[in-house]
């Protein structure tokens, strides 16, 4: 009889029942299931700390207002509060009044993250009279929604195991009662002995800047009411008629052409650090996505964007589709091919930050200070110099005629791949001007990076 059954097919609805079971796991005994499976605050220390916070890396730290309304705008509209973060890079945090968050409230994960700085990957789970904290900081950034609060201990597990999967963390901590290997458990209690500087701001505060414009238009409107009241008590002065004399004949000149700026390609450069940081977050974002049946391939970082193709295995399209959906990562799009087994996903990066740095080593110097210094740590590398080549119209004369002005300029192309941590190849890259890393790449199978790069040498 057992071989005359049908084998049972996995199906969508099958994984929707598995999500209803779980949620109705939260319900409380009356069966009201309107409760929020998160929580808005902690107390520590008899005080009153912000969580489950949005995070995003900031750019303008002297004006972060149009950076935090436009995330609000496009992402988590009706939100009101926020909180600056300082450190190797800056963020800001999104709460919201309605959801139980408070202006002058600290930020937890700001306050230790700050405490986090001597080692920049931490994931923690703590556990508090509210229900189970879930932070996790890669590279000294707050992961975008991994400062939360989970009300169901299930919950944390689940978020706990799944940033587990990335490797290389500096510092895990979980509960001693999870038994998880290769944690420690922590009392926040000792950890967040202040508060910290990061605390909740409304949105629509006024800014400096708005205030200076509007004092400086209310004296404008002094100034003039002045002027005009003081006129009233003025005796009129008689004109003073002169004769006027012939103006002089005045020879207009021929303008001289405007001859064309060269902006050197080093003189947009874009910021490595920067670059490197919102790569690895975004691939951190991905390897957190879990699809059953489906496998995502190598990913690739330029500044454009981050790149990867997921393929089916087992299962079905629509699973995919769900998880993207269910995940909301911001910026994050795909395209399915024809077969319906494979889907090229791409993430947003953001504006990564340009700057001008002067070329000053020659190509065979390059050359030589890279291959000492791989040689000596064992590590290989492919070094290549090219020549870019940039054509520009310049008209001396105005219009008469036209000449192309024909620029090259030499480089040196790199390529290696690593296991080590991205900050360790840092501070190699910062040893040479007018260096600039154009596509990163991830293997999440070896867990390898792979770096290309190319690094200007200065114009004779």
């Not at 000053?360 to 080549?389: C, D, G, H, P, W």
């Not at 190849?425 to 910062?430: A, E, G, P, S």
Request: proline share 6%.
């Amino acid at each position: 009889m057992a071989a005359e059954e049908e084998e049972e097919e996995l199906t969508v609805d099958d994984l929707e029942d598995d999500s209803e079971n779980l949620e109705t796991d939260g319900e409380s005994e009356d069966g009201d299931s309107s409760e929020p499976s998160w929580g808005p605050t902690i107390v520590v220390n008899n005080v009153t700390y912000a969580v489950s916070l949005f995070w995003q890396p900031l750019q303008d730290t002297n004006d972060p207002y149009p950076e935090v309304k436009e995330t609000v705008e496009n992402v988590m509209e009706g939100a009101d509060l926020f909180c600056l973060r300082s450190g190797t890079s800056p963020q800001y945090g999104i709460g919201n009044s309605a959801e139980g968050h408070k202006s002058g409230m600290p930020s937890a994960a700001a306050a230790v993250a700050e405490k986090f700085q001597d080692k920049s990957s931490s994931v923690a789970v703590f556990e508090v009279d509210e229900g189970w904290w879930f932070i996790a900081v890669r590279n000294d950034l707050i992961l975008s929604e991994e400062d939360i609060l989970y009300l169901n201990e299930e919950d944390a597990k689940k978020a706990f195991f799944a940033m587990m999967a990335v490797p290389d963390w500096g510092r895990k901590i979980a509960p001693a009662s999870w038994e998880i290997e290769g944690t420690e458990e922590v009392d926040l209690w000792d950890i967040l002995k202040s508060p910290g500087s990061s605390k909740l701001m409304r949105i629509n505060k006024t800014s400096s800047k708005t205030k200076m414009i509007v004092l400086g238009a209310g004296l404008l409107v002094l100034f003039v009411g002045w002027k005009l009241i003081s006129g009233l008590f003025d005796t009129p002065k008689k004109p003073v008629i002169r004769p006027l004399a012939p103006l002089p004949v005045i020879e207009e000149e021929e303008p001289l052409p405007e001859q064309p700026k060269v902006v050197h390609p080093w003189e947009k450069l874009i910021v490595t650090e920067d670059f490197l940081n919102r790569c690895q977050a975004a691939v951190m974002q991905m390897k957190t996505i879990i699809v059953p049946g489906w496998k995502m391939g190598d990913v690739s970082c330029s500044p454009t964007g981050l790149s990867t193709t997921w393929t089916m295995e087992w299962g079905n399209l629509g699973w995919l589709k769900r998880a993207f959906q269910e995940y909301n990562i911001h910026g994050l799009d795909f395209l399915i091919d024809d077969s319906g087994k494979n889907a090229i996903v791409s993430l947003a990066l953001g504006d990564i930050a340009v700057h001008s740095e002067t070329p000053k080593m020659r190509v065979y110097e390059m050359r030589e200070e890279l291959t000492n210094i791989f040689q000596s740590i064992n590590q290989s590398i492919a070094l290549k110099e090219e020549r870019t080549v940039h054509k520009m119209e310049n008209s001396p004369d105005g219009l008469k005629t036209v000449e192309t002005v024909i620029k090259t300029y030499p480089k040196l192309k790199f390529s290696f791949s690593s296991e080590l941590p991205m900050e360790d190849w840092l501070v190699l890259f910062k040893k040479f001007p007018a260096l600039e890393i154009v596509n990163l790449k991830f293997n999440p199978n070896s867990n390898t990076w792979t770096y290309e790069g190319q690094i200007y040498e200065p114009l004779l």
